[in-house]
């Protein structure tokens, strides 16, 4: 007769998840030591990983909790568009979290039911998560974590990763023969455009690309890691890309459900027309890490790309931009216009 645990994980896989492991909620103890190890390697760090700290207990808010299931999903077989390639992190464009079209969305739904058929009870939180999600998967044996600070799979970083507590204490680990990063290499390190990758699983989320294109950077005009963010608009995913561990990962053999439509109005200068009604119904569903009032986030972006990657097309949004009611769109296109001389 088949454990729970077994039953789970089975399910997991016939809906297409790569790993199911189960924890015993003990085994996230070491995510705050981790946390304070960051702290102490970066120092300015402490504010971003106060946010956190939530994530390394989990009793607070439910103090029933006995055991983590942790799962991950492949999404590395879905097509880009043209119009977002290199400029939209990957991760973002197939974030499946709150995309109800997506068949990943549908199947975390069944299996959370599932969970709660057998008799558990489960939490989950699927924007932020309950706990520290890299490190519950790592426990469980899932995969690695690499240099990159990426967590890894067969099927690469190129993974999303979902959590849910239980009142039922359980047990059940993957195992996984991934090689380590290789001694020599640190092309993850040497590509990181703003260098807030410094070192081997050390970094300064803080001047990340990914964080200061979408819930950072408030003050992109004035910060002078934005000359470096190359083509990138929302997300980056330069250090995974040139990652020899993620060689081959990406299949592009599928439609994303609705993406090859919405790609057509994530270009530059669509972002520059977009009205606010659009952006709230279309987009910010979507790239939910900006909210419904900061249209002007992206269009801050936007500019620091076309400044980025100029091109003589560009000049009339730039232009425009300085007549804008928003005073950062003004703010960041009278910079580039002067910068530029246009």
Not at 38 to 45: G, L, N, Q, Y
Not at 68 to 83: H, I, R, S, T
Not at 127 to 149: E, H, S, T
């Amino acid at each position: 007769m088949e454990t729970i645990e077994q039953l789970i994980q089975k399910k997991a896989y016939e809906l297409g998840y790569e790993k199911c492991g189960i924890i015993p909620l003990s085994m996230i103890d070491g995510y705050k030591e981790k946390l304070d190890e960051r702290i102490k390697k970066v120092p300015e760090s402490e504010q971003f990983y106060k946010g956190q700290q939530r994530l390394a207990n989990p009793l607070a808010d439910y103090p029933w909790a006995k055991s983590v299931v942790v799962m991950a999903v492949p999404y590395g077989k879905y097509k880009v568009p043209e119009q977002v390639k290199g400029h939209i992190a990957k991760a973002y464009l197939f974030d499946i979290r709150l995309d109800e079209n997506a068949e990943e969305y549908k199947h975390n739904r069944e299996i959370e039911k599932y969970m709660s058929e057998l008799g558990l009870k489960v939490a989950t939180n699927q924007k932020f998560g309950v706990v520290g999600m890299r490190w519950a998967a790592l426990q469980a044996g899932l995969g690695i974590v690499r240099r990159n600070n990426f967590f890894y799979t067969k099927s690469g970083s190129w993974v999303h990763l979902e959590a849910w507590l239980t009142d039922r204490e359980m047990e059940l680990k993957e195992t996984n023969d991934l090689p380590q990063c290789p001694k020599s290499c640190g092309k993850c390190i040497a590509a990181c455009p703003t260098k807030s990758l410094s070192d081997s699983y050390t970094m300064s989320p803080t001047a990340c690309v990914s964080f200061l294109t979408t819930f950072g950077g408030r003050d992109l005009p004035n910060q002078p890691l934005s000359k470096t963010f190359g083509s990138c608009i929302y997300g980056c995913d330069i250090c995974q890309d040139v990652c020899p561990m993620n060689k081959g990962k990406w299949q592009e053999n599928e439609d994303f459900p609705g993406l090859e439509e919405l790609a057509l109005s994530l270009t530059p200068e669509e972002i520059m027309d977009m009205d606010e009604e659009f952006y709230r119904n279309k987009i910010q569903p979507k790239f939910f890490y900006v909210s419904p009032d900061d249209l002007w986030k992206w269009k801050v972006n936007v500019l620091n790309f076309m400044r980025n990657n100029y091109k003589d097309s560009y000049r009339p949004y730039i232009i425009q931009a300085c007549q804008n009611e928003n005073g950062k769109i003004v703010e960041m296109a009278t910079s580039i216009k002067k910068d530029l001389k246009i």
